[in-house]
């Protein structure tokens, strides 16, 4: 699709017109600054307009700041469906079902940690699985694995990793209704049942940062963040477990959108209704992966804690907890009637004006490229109104895994860090460029806009320390 | 995937196949072998290939995973349907994206 086919709206808001391609039900959002308009690809724009012909699609396919060509939807796409006209898809969530990001902030401070950095971030990497098919030590029954996809991170807690307030500080409070693990297959709970409490490989990865600015004091004083404090941010998601559940109703849903007669755009997008035996089906495994990546999540932080513990007799606070790919059954306001919908979110955050956590916004966790900043945001009634209360989730790929393996090289990318002051450990350096910073859009700009569009709102900049790249 | 320098040929794993299209054949293929790595340990390094109609069995060649001694590259976390497309002329023609 060519970039000719875009209406600029706004300073930040692009518009798809309904009539760009064939079949669309509602036109096309994508928010971005003049900067960023120079990443896009057309893939991506392609992308949107594809999501846009799905059955009972509401207002708009929408395109985050961090917008990107992915499998289907685009990364950075958000798109809510009609509870009993729309449809599920496994393509508008993606294969890494929850992978998402966790914030624990420390009672340590900058100063304190600088000298022990490299003691500190070899003992996280001695203590947390990360890599190529990495596996976890927990040794899990079937029943026990049943229980982590049905309770999510309340098993964990249940089981010790972790203390109860930890539930209230993520999203959905760590466990998503409606999973039945009877609908996730054999091969789903072989390849999750070794992974449980593993980083994985690719962009995940476990950062030392540090509060650098703060930008809403009354916020940042709630989530308990001060200026030059010591955090720990995750980024993980359901492993083995999400990617196999994927596959399995990708393939089963070739089959079922031409038994209800859906037209699809592109092969990666194929969906049945919400309504239907199969798309209940296919929530309870998505809810399960979903609940699987929580506890994933949960049993991380006990090792972090753990070795806060052992080596600065201290502990560490989750901040909170958030999904990134994911599909919510969720109440929006849309053309002033309340409706249930289900909201795909590939690539995106929540980020609503409300929430029981801090009894104020939601908290927001966009981490940046490895070596550049990270950001806590708060939602907002204007997420409410215009993404279906969604924002961002990172900076955004420009530069494909092979690409910047082509263009840059691990000394080069490490010494920047090294520059840095920042400490990196890995099992692959020859992954390393694949998270440099070239290869991702600025974060900054990507925030700047979120910020400017009024669909999240800073709290405070966090800036890495060291780094442990899955 | 594992460096295919270090594996040895000294095993055989036979899949059998079958599928309504190449491209779904291709796919579950794939996905097949992903499945053969991950959880049967499977070190594949040559695969023999025999097309009947819509069924393919494809002999397998390589070793047990050994996590010492082969070494790992890219992750591939999924086969996916991204521009998936399987031509015939005088030979085949495949292109598939990896989730990785």
């Not at chain 1, 294969?95 to 902030?105: K, S, Y």
């Not at chain 1, 420009?398 to 450990?425: F, P, Y």
């Amino acid at each position: 699709m060519a970039f000719e086919e875009l209406v600029k709206l706004g300073e930040y808001v692009w518009e798809v017109p309904q009539d760009a391609a064939l079949r669309m039900r509602v036109p096309g959002r994508i928010f971005l600054s003049e900067v960023l308009m120079q990443h896009l690809e057309r893939g991506a724009i392609q992308q949107v307009a594809n999501v846009a012909t799905l059955p009972g699609i509401q207002k708009w396919s929408l395109a985050m700041p961090d917008v990107h060509t992915g499998y289907g939807f685009p990364i950075g796409g958000v798109a809510a469906f009609d509870v009993s006209e729309g449809v599920l898809s496994p393509g508008g969530v993606g294969f890494d079902i929850n992978c998402g990001t966790r914030l624990l902030v420390t009672t340590l401070f900058k100063e304190e940690i600088e000298p022990r950095i490299d003691e500190l971030i070899t003992t996280l990497f001695e203590a947390i699985p990360s890599g190529l098919g990495s596996k976890g030590p927990l040794r899990l029954s079937e029943k026990e694995l049943n229980d982590v996809f049905f309770g999510g991170a309340k098993w964990a807690v249940n089981q010790g990793y972790g203390n109860p307030v930890d539930l209230k500080h993520c999203e959905s409070n760590g466990c998503l209704d409606g999973a039945d693990p009877a609908k996730v297959s054999p091969l789903a709970k072989k390849r999750g049942k070794p992974q449980l409490g593993s980083l994985g490989s690719g962009n995940h990865f476990l950062e030392i940062q540090c509060v650098d600015r703060i930008f809403d004091k009354k916020a940042a004083d709630l989530f308990g963040l001060k200026e030059q404090q010591v955090c720990i941010m995750l980024h993980s998601g359901s492993r083995g477990a999400g990617h196999q559940i994927c596959t399995d109703y990708l393939k089963m849903f070739q089959a079922a959108s031409r038994k209800y007669s859906i037209a699809l755009s592109d092969k990666q997008l194929a969906c049945v209704p919400a309504d239907s035996q199969e798309g209940r089906d296919y929530f309870s495994a998505m809810a399960a992966a979903a609940n699987y990546a929580w506890t994933n999540r949960q049993v991380m932080s006990f090792w972090v804690r753990d070795v806060l513990e052992q080596k600065f007799n201290t502990t560490a606070t989750l901040v909170y907890d958030v999904a990134h790919n994911i599909a919510k059954l969720e109440k929006h306001t849309i053309d002033g009637e309340r409706k249930e919908v289900y909201v795909h979110r590939k690539g995106a955050t929540r980020a609503f004006d409300k929430d029981e956590s801090y009894g104020i916004e939601q908290p927001v966790l966009i981490p940046g490229s490895m070596g550049t900043a990270s950001y806590v945001l708060h939602g907002t009634k204007k997420a409410m109104s215009t993404t279906f209360g969604s924002t961002c989730h990172g900076a955004g790929r420009v530069l494909s895994r092979k690409a910047a393996r082509r263009s840059l090289t691990w000394k080069n990318v490490t010494e920047g860090l090294q520059r840095k002051h920042i400490a990196i450990k890995t099992h692959d350096l020859s992954s390393v460029p694949e998270e440099a910073p070239e290869a991702y859009k600025p974060i900054d700009e990507v925030i700047d806009v979120v910020s400017k569009l009024g669909i999240s709102e800073a709290v405070a900049r966090l800036t890495p320390m060291g780094v442990i790249k899955g | 995937m594992v460096l295919l320098d270090e594996v040895e040929l000294n095993k055989t794993c036979t899949i059998k196949i079958g599928s309504d299209s190449y491209e779904n054949l291709l796919y579950d293929w794939l996905a097949e072998l992903l499945i053969t790595f991950e959880i049967g340990r499977f070190a594949g390094k040559k695969c023999v290939v025999r097309i009947v109609g819509l069924s393919l069995t494809p002999d397998f060649l390589g070793e047990r995973l050994d996590p010492i001694r082969h070494r790992l590259n890219a992750e591939v976390k999924a086969v996916t349907y991204n521009n998936l497309a399987v031509t015939k002329n005088e030979i085949y023609h495949a292109e598939v994206t990896l989730d990785v």
